[in-house]
């Protein structure tokens, strides 16, 4: 996600805090990276733009080895398509805005600790083992024994830096929840139709969908998101980013919005809009190019989806033949 590589690139630097960019998603590439430095490793269940899937079981056996949890942002696979906690994972976060909220209607995010990390093992997390003077003292790993994370998070992390929620929207997120197993899995089922559906399209290129067998994560998708491999779909559109403009401009059930996870559809220009802070370097590393087109299926009637993008299609590629003559 374009934030958080914005967090990790620059807001972490100024602190003083260095993180490593992996190149890959595969175990060997997370293990030539660590080094006695090293604290977390930090995923994303499904990749932000690119919707690659890590090899979760194989990165949490490295990070294990070396005595490093394992952060997984699992917005994109939601709580009902993949539980992290069984691959390995240490700990959840996730962007509560998006498929938990379910509505576009609440800013928040959550933090869920397994429990299970070892935190005296490495001597690696000083912050949890040591003393901490404003708790006379107290070392969190021996007071709150697995627990001690996400205690400390709370603590020290919620007091000093207020990353709490207003109770309104807790209160959306938790009503959103009550939902969030029917609505995603119309989500899913809705974003296949659509992928395989474009991969059809004269007006199309190519489709990014971990769904489909032409993904190269598509294995990965099939063992970790058997329900499905998510909402969001990139696809290339013919004519670049005239093509890609004229085409959102004539959307009339989607929405132009830079959000994932409504329960209508959404599709934006990320080069534009989510990933403009990056750099043209920064934006082809991440997979975003100029005629990328992200969409974010909602749970509408398929039938006028399909529609909506075949209309929408048919004009951005007539208003290029017309600029041509």
Do not use: M
Not at 90 to 113: M, N, Q
Not at 125 to 140: L, Q, S, T
Not at 252 to 272: C, E, M, Q, Y
Request: glycine share 10%.
């Amino acid at each position: 996600y374009g934030g958080t590589y914005t967090l990790f690139s620059q807001s972490l630097k100024r602190l003083g805090i260095k993180v490593h960019f992996v190149e890959g998603d595969n175990p060997a590439d997370y293990e030539r990276l660590i080094n006695d430095k090293t604290k977390a490793i930090y995923l994303e269940t499904i990749g932000n733009p690119k919707l690659e899937i890590p090899d979760l079981e194989g990165i949490s056996r490295v990070a294990h080895k070396h005595g490093l949890p394992v952060i997984a942002d699992n917005t994109f696979g939601t709580p009902y398509l993949i539980r992290p906690f069984d691959y390995g994972v240490d700990i959840v976060v996730h962007s509560t805005t998006k498929w938990i909220g379910g509505h576009g209607l609440s800013i928040g995010g959550a933090i869920v600790d397994s429990g299970k990390f070892d935190w005296k093992a490495s001597g690696r997390h000083p912050g949890i083992i040591a003393p901490e003077p404003a708790y006379h003292g107290a070392v969190f790993a021996d007071v709150a024994g697995p627990a001690a994370f996400i205690i400390r998070a709370r603590v020290v992390g919620l007091r000093d830096f207020g990353g709490s929620q207003a109770p309104f929207n807790s209160f959306l997120n938790i009503i959103g929840l009550e939902t969030l197993a029917l609505r995603v899995q119309r989500h899913v089922d809705n974003a296949l139709a659509v992928a395989q559906f474009l991969e059809k399209h004269p007006s199309v290129a190519w489709v990014n969908y971990p769904g489909l067998p032409s993904h190269k994560s598509y294995e990965r998708a099939k063992k970790y998101l058997p329900k499905g491999a998510g909402a969001v779909i990139g696809f290339g559109i013919k004519g670049g980013k005239q093509a890609g403009a004229t085409f959102i401009d004539n959307l009339k059930i989607f929405s132009h919005l830079a959000n994932v996870g409504d329960a209508r559809s959404l599709a934006i220009h990320p080069a534009t809009t989510t990933h403009s802070q990056l750099s043209d370097e920064e934006q082809a590393a991440t997979g975003v190019t100029d005629d990328y087109v992200r969409l974010a299926v909602g749970i509408e009637d398929i039938d006028d989806i399909l529609w909506d993008l075949d209309q929408a299609l048919k004009v951005s590629q007539s208003v290029l033949v017309t600029a041509a003559n």
